[in-house]
């Protein structure tokens, strides 16, 4: 690839960074958690993206985020103050901001009202008190001029060239600043002739190192203008005196010829001019030292490396088939009925572990903390508070809870639509809100946990709850379920994730984008997740993501059920055991329970769910295994028997058959066949409508 | 052998482009991704040429301008200093903390080259 566009492809990373660096920043100033680093922070994030903008010309964005800096600026220096309009002002300007850079990335472009409006409200809130900085740039604009000024006469047209008169301060030798430099520019500009005035230079035992004894008189043979002649000043034009003047035109060539050959011709005096340099020389450390040193400077700059995706994809593919390899090979081994005591079964156990490394090292790359996802959601949040006049708080919680790459990526739209959907439709509006006695601030919390191997995401708020005699009626006018259907209050929620589903009255512009909540529910089944949601009336609603860790590998128990092997991922389980006659209860014609540590749970016979087979197996000669959903309901799941526990790989069941009740998805097993791996949550859900199970007193 | 430039800049898209420029242009370019890692660097890849940010966390381009000037071994070290604008006042104190020069952003890769040139040795 063109190195510039690698360039720009960094430069658009760094902007997303550094956006959330600015709003991060932004919301703490403006909930007063905020210290004088943070405003510093936000500058320099906002300056930055200037900075890079400007490299690749993108012209709107660059006089936008100057517009901005300059406001943070009056922030950072105390000149404006954090109030809460201007804070908002900020904020918006952030959003505004992000869509430049979407736009200069080749996005939606950014309408122009929008951005002129923006742009003169923060221009007014940069000016407001008194506007002392165009005084202070003033007051620095003068200095540097007034050596020039006097000389800016001779518009005439360069005739011969320029009598130069230079003669340096101790400051420029002290800034690193090189007469010997300035002179080859200049040599580049025509011909020279230079002559060295040593005059001032003063005995050895008078010499300061520092100091500034030599003044050169240079004579420019050159069609180039003044400008270009002090160009190469440029840099000392304050630390030394610097006369040009125009040669003496043609008639006084000659003498002016004549007067150089009196003098040595370019002779610099390069002894002289190394004199300060010398220190330097001397305080060098010895090579070994400075070997040392540079092996430790290379571990500070090499913290991270940047891979391409697709390569560490490939990698944890890679490592899947070396799993299902590895479990062939353990296979094999079995089958080779080697003594107990064989080597092998020590390597074996030692490459198990090896692989479990791998792939936990594969997976830690591919993991990435939920923290930009939710950062993204502040903006959502604001977004809809600002169309529907809520007033509304968004607390986060867990950010740096990391899950999977592919996770991730997935997890944008399904947030963003809860997110929407709880600030639009389950949040009051301030004056309801204070007629129900609450804070007019409505709040919505997002937060990301670990919980049993799984990622659990809630979003929830602090509104009125799901409108269950509205759900309900909607739901019969849309002919989803039948007038005099009697549901229970979690089939009622239940009912927002069907297809066709719209609780609001008015499809709203924030929520109603085409997207249903059903949508949002096949999406995070494509995960490997569910999506569940419970409601208190007057308090609020939960909706909970509840997501596979990796979409990879997981860990199971092989069990056997009427000869077919299934695998029950191992986090679900909670125990095994051998039923006894005593526990196992009838109730009503098919159904049984399980008294499992006094506590009544339902017994399923696996075979049976699963149409293996269709007379149930006695529950004494099997083994029980007792499983709990996320919701942490409970079940007992009627197996033959157990084969083993291990590793598997996930292959999607959607992708190469279609999606099956019960079924989470498949795998390979070390003799090649394919084994289903049970989807315990269906399970659980199957008891869940059953009558409620009372405790064993 | 070829000059080292030290580029300090906590811009990962600026220290890119940096790189890019000075090193077609032949010179050997390390970085450093502020003020306190500019100077680490500095004292274990001692480089001929540095160039620096100003707006820069932990340690600001000022204050690593002055921490070089006071370490005698770096004292005629040319220190370039980049700046968005051509202003007056950050240019002054940049100056006054020991800058050599400045480049203004943004550069094309034959500004940048030419104004080291102009400093180097």
Redesign the interface.
Known sequence: MDPMETIRQTFFQECEEQLNETETGLLALEIGEADSETVNAVFRAVHSIKGGAGAFKYERLVRFAHVFETALDGLRNGRLEASPSAMKTMLRSADLLADLVREARGDAAVDDARLEALRDELGRLAEEPGEPATQAADSFGFQPLTLSLGDLAPETPPSQGWRIVFRPAPDLYRRGNEPARILRELAELGDMRVTCDASALPLLDAFDPGGAYLAWSIDLTSAAPREKVEDAFDFVIDDCELRVAPLAPAPDAEAANADGLEFTPLSIDLPMIDAPTAPQAAASPPPTERKVETVRAEATVSQTIRVDLERVDRLANLVGELVINQAMLSQSIVEAALPRASKAFDDLTALEQLTREIQEGIMAIRAQPVKPLFQRMTRIVREVADATGKMVRLKTEGEATEVDRTVFEKLADPLTHLIRNAVDHGLETPDERAAAGKPEHGEVRLTAAHRSGRIVIDVSDDGKGIDRARVKAKAVEKDLIAADAQLSNTEIDNLLFLPGFSTAAAVSDISGRGVGMDVVKSSIQSLGGRISVSSRPGLGSTFSLSLPLTLAVLDGMVVKVAEQTLVAPLTTIVETLRPKARDVHRLGVDQRVLADRGVFVPLIDVGIEMGFRTTPADPLSGVVIIVEGDGGARCALMVDSILDQRQVVIKSLETNYQQVQGVAAATILGDGRVALILDIDAFVAVTHSQPPLAAVS | MSMTILTVD?????R??LN?ALSEAGYRV????DGE?GL??L????PDIVITDI???RLDGYGFIEAV?D?????????LV?T?EN???K??RA?KA?????IV???NAEKLVSVV?????
């Open positions: 906590d811009s990962r898209t600026m890119d482009m890019l390390v970085h450093a991704i890692h680490e660097v004292r274990a890849e001692k707006n820069m966390p000037r370490d005698p071994g770096f004292r005629n070290l040319p220190i980049l968005t202003a007056p006042d240019k002054e100056r020991g800058a050599t020069g400045w952003k943004p550069f040139r102009r400093v180097a040795a």
